[in-house]
């Protein structure tokens, strides 16, 4: 089923959460929106799910208006970050409650529900739950019950808000594999909010970055993570050193010292040249645009991470670099630097 | 220490212990004999039975209120739901000289309520009204904080599941208040039943009619029948004993239930 | 709840009312856009009812509240001032009523101070310290709230009364507790009893041991401690239960009406004028007592807002969440 999502404005006081957002969901996706908190993802995902309303722009779910709808009416799976299961009901009753509260007309017999209960609890392996309530249970399964609830109503979507965001680190790494996994069991077009960039790469085929309220860049994981569209997209996903330069006619100046590198067609005026810690090829004293003093060096699996003050310019410009380990660096050498690949961009006011 | 607890037993302690004792100097024939005597016995069923009736009335109303006042915003609903604890702060004498003027033949409520037929002062009808008086806000005080705590997101849950508002309403949002709503009944219906003051003015006091078990401890003990008022006494302080216990109960069910997250 | 509103203007709040109750009426125009504007506003907020259903839900909360407790409390002054100011003040200044307001200024003054007392060192035995007979002694503090106040009053008589257990011996000796002064006072303590303490347990148990262990490492005696770091802490919750002690026991009535005896200018306090002179059909002079019982009412439920307000704010240092 698709999403398509055309020119949502919502805005909370004069806070715009949402600014001018379009988006297409295809038929099958799992999609990440990636951002910060207060990047919108959230409201964005409410929205879809009709559990929020923008000022204006349009949303259709398959081609059909869905802001003509209300959340009861659109078909579409919730899971909350905070799991939202009814404590009063059992796991069971939880998961069929979507099933009993269907229009009478349309409403499956007692013993289609169960068994379509069964089915879904088979599904996210916690058969053996049914009769608990939810408060005995871990917050990991507590999880996986409010998935099943979700897919019990055959959704044609399903939005999931943080849904890991409660869980601790060891559990989370679980359910992702586990999330993916049943998505390419089940094939359902889903969508999740995340803002950890490490769960959204993992587990998304497309990733969608928001900020402030926009969207920064719509691509695979590898796409998002080698060819970051903007600054922020650069600076929020994977770990960058960033240098103050100055673009002038091709060139391009770091405390005014020029750098032997092209300016790619960046516009001249003050700009941010970003280099992945990885993408920094070492070499000896005065071979590459850059030169520093080592200053500490930890080293840990095939990497050395490496704290590199440097030299000239105003003021110390202390960044950190990872390197091979093919030749061990020490704290003191004076070793020069050259970006790999790089992306410049312009500062914006 | 040892002096609070000296102080509880000539405060609390002793003065019940004379109340069991004093039961202790009947036998029980005699026990049997005056609570199924029929005054005594129309007693009792006058105060549970109008105190269940009002009990009642209170959980409706007093979930209609508790809806209003934390679902909804209208002008002076800050003031309205101070009001709601009147009942609890206003001498019961007061209260019960005041709904008599309300509701007497000539009284603002009275007057229209007569000309339909319907006679409320000096009648059951006016003991039941004092008791829904007096019992508003045990259900209000304790089901708001229930609701104002309540999960949003459950009710978003609800609705992405094709939950309509109704079933969100009496499938989610009511049984969770369930503990809270038993025990507000219970407390209304506890006070109702030993209430004495707001209702002896409104309630015409006749035998077998409308005389509730407090007045008739009174009246016995101004006849010096100490034993038949003691008598009547310990069948209800039992009765609060029972309910004390179910509200704790249901209180403790509540939180291994539902427990706070 | 109060905070929810704390931060909304008056004009916002008639706004949310004025859509909450379907006042708010648009033009009918620019078809498919408006349409489609209306269908979201009408399920916009997802939490609440349909307008109408909305409506009737305010509608009934409010005539109820306004039939069963804001006319009875109307009633109470317009009859006091029925025959006008000067009946009103002529009636106060009755010897009678006179002798009633002195009588119940004193039964709270004593029983007051006494359940002040005890209940500060009864909370502190609660929440500080773990012994048995702790549950026991919680449920014997509850007692006097769930006892009909009938049957707090015929205690006493059982116990002091002509022919209760220590009738004949008080009568020999010329002491008189029933039917005077002691004996209104000790079953006003009774019923009043669990107020303070009640307000200080949970606030007590809340705040735990720390500090005082603190104080006392550094040196501070057990009252230094006492006086100095619990009591600081406790003292909102202390006013607050003191209030609602102060005002039962201005207003109580079942159980005082039984040990009284009603000797007309000794022992009736306020609230069993209000009923005598109500019997006697002297109704201005019945009212005007009761609205200043009613006052109180009124002063303690507002000096109880605030006091809350004040709790609140003592429980999250941090301010408020919302």
């Known amino acids: 089923m698709t999403i398509e999502v055309k020119n949502i404005v919502k805005k909370f006081g004069s806070f715009a959460a949402l600014d001018n957002v379009d988006l297409k969901v295809g038929k099958g996706e799992l999609l990440a929106l990636l951002g910060p908190s207060g990047s919108g993802k959230t409201t964005l995902l409410r929205i879809i799910a009709g559990l929020d309303w923008p000022d204006a722009g349009e949303v259709t779910i398959d081609g059909e208006d869905a802001l003509g709808h209300g959340a009861s009416e659109r078909h579409v799976g919730f899971v909350f970050q905070h799991y939202a299961l009814f404590r009063h009901m059992t796991v069971f009753e939880n998961v069929a409650f979507g099933l009993r509260v269907q229009p009478r007309a349309v409403r499956k017999d007692e013993a289609t529900i169960r068994a379509r209960v069964k089915e879904l609890l088979d599904l996210v392996q916690l058969d053996w739950l049914a009769n608990r309530y939810p408060s005995q249970l871990s917050g990991g399964q507590r999880q996986r019950i409010a998935l099943a609830r979700a897919l019990a109503i055959e959704p044609r979507i399903l939005l999931l808000d943080e849904p890991f965001g409660a869980l601790d680190a060891k559990v989370r790494k679980e359910l992702r594999q586990w999330l993916r996994s049943l998505h390419s069991e089940i094939h359902v077009t889903s969508i999740f909010v995340t803002h950890d960039q490490e769960e959204a790469l993992e587990v998304a085929n497309r990733v969608v970055v928001m900020d402030k309220g926009r969207i920064e860049q719509i691509g695979t994981p590898g796409d998002v993570y080698d060819n970051p569209a903007t600054a922020f997209v650069h600076g929020f996903i994977g770990e960058s050193i960033v240098l103050p330069v100055e673009v002038a006619g091709g060139s391009v100046r770091l405390g005014g010292r020029p750098l032997n590198i092209a300016a790619d067609g960046a516009a001249s005026g003050a700009s941010k040249l970003f280099v992945r810690r990885h993408d920094m090829q070492i070499g000896p004293a005065g071979t590459g645009s850059l030169e520093g003093a080592v200053r500490h060096v930890r080293s840990f699996g095939p990497i050395q991470r490496a704290e590199i003050a440097l030299s000239g310019g105003e003021g110390k410009t202390v960044i950190e670099i990872d390197a091979p380990r093919d030749r061990e660096l020490q704290a003191g050498e004076i070793i020069s630097l050259q970006p790999r690949r790089y992306r410049i961009f312009a500062v914006q006011e | 220490m040892g002096l609070t607890l000296t102080w509880l037993s000539v405060i609390i302690l002793i003065p019940l212990a004379g109340l069991f004792l004093k039961t202790l100097e009947l036998s029980p024939i005699q026990f049997w004999e005056i609570l199924t005597s029929r005054r005594t016995l129309n007693a009792l069923k006058i105060s549970f039975g109008l105190s269940f009736a009002a009990a009642c009335v209170n959980l409706v109303m007093g979930t209609i209120i508790v809806w209003a006042l934390v679902r909804y915003r209208f002008p002076g609903r800050r003031l309205f739901d101070a009001i709601v604890d009147i009942p609890f702060a206003l001498p019961t004498a007061v209260a019960g000289v005041a709904l008599t003027q309300l509701f007497a033949q000539k009284g603002w409520l009275g007057a229209p309520l007569a000309e339909l037929g319907i006679k409320v002062a000096f009648t059951p009808i006016g003991i039941f009204i004092a008791m829904v008086f007096i019992g508003i806000p045990f259900v209000v005080r304790t089901v708001q904080p229930v609701l104002i705590d309540l999960d949003p997101e459950i009710e978003e849950a609800a609705a992405s599941l094709g939950a309509n508002r109704w079933h969100t309403v009496f499938r989610v949002i009511m049984p969770s208040l369930i503990p809270a709503l038993l025990t507000g009944f219970a407390l209304a219906f506890a006070r109702a039943v030993g209430e004495y003051g707001s209702v002896i003015f409104i309630a015409g006091n006749l035998p077998n009619v409308s005389e509730i078990a407090p007045l008739l401890i009174v009246i016995r003990l101004s006849e010096f029948r100490y034993a038949d008022a003691t008598a009547i006494a310990v069948v209800m302080l039992l009765a609060s004993f029972v309910i004390i216990f179910a509200v704790n109960r249901l209180q403790r069910w509540a939180q291994t239930r539902i427990p706070a997250h | ?322």
């Open chain 3, 1 to 322: 709840m109060s905070t929810q509103t704390s931060f909304v203007t008056p004009a916002a709040r008639l706004q949310a009312y004025a859509s909450t109750a379907d006042l708010a009426v648009s033009p009918p125009s620019a078809r498919k856009a408006s349409d489609r504007v209306r269908q979201a506003a009408a399920s916009r907020d997802l939490r609440s009812e349909p307008g109408p259903i909305r409506f009737i839900i305010i509608a009934l909360a409010l005539s109820f509240l306004t039939i069963f407790v804001v006319l009875p409390l109307v009633v109470v002054f317009a009859s006091a001032f029925s025959k006008g100011i000067n009946a009103y003040f002529a009636a106060l200044a009755e010897p009678e009523a006179l002798s009633a307001i002195k009588l119940t200024l004193l039964v709270a003054a004593i029983s007051v101070s006494l359940n002040l007392v005890f209940g500060v060192i009864a909370a502190w035995a609660i929440a500080k310290f773990d012994f048995t007979g702790k549950t026991f002694l919680i449920t014997l503090i509850d007692l006097p709230f769930s006892v009909s106040p009938v049957i707090s009053g015929l205690v006493f008589v059982l116990l002091f009364g002509a022919q209760g257990y220590w009738g004949t011996w008080l009568q020999a000796n010329n002491i008189h507790i029933l039917f005077a002064v002691p004996g209104i006072a000790l079953a006003t303590i009774f019923v009043t009893f669990p107020f303070v303490a009640r307000s200080l347990i949970p606030l007590m148990q809340e705040q735990g041991t720390q500090e005082e262990e603190a104080a006392i490492s550094l040196g501070a005696s057990g009252l230094q401690t006492f006086f100095r770091v619990t009591l600081p802490n406790i003292k909102w919750g202390l006013l607050y239960g003191v209030l609602l002690c102060n005002a039962r026991a201005m207003g109580e009535f079942g159980a005082v009406s039984v040990v009284s005896g009603h000797i007309r200018g000794e022992t009736n306090t306020m609230p069993l004028l209000v009923e005598i002179l109500y019997n006697e059909y002297q109704f201005v002079a019945s009212f005007a007592i009761a609205s200043l019982l009613a006052m109180l009412a009124l002063i303690t439920l507002v000096v109880k807002t605030v006091l809350e307000q004040r709790l609140d704010e003592g429980q999250t240092p941090e301010g408020r969440s919302e």
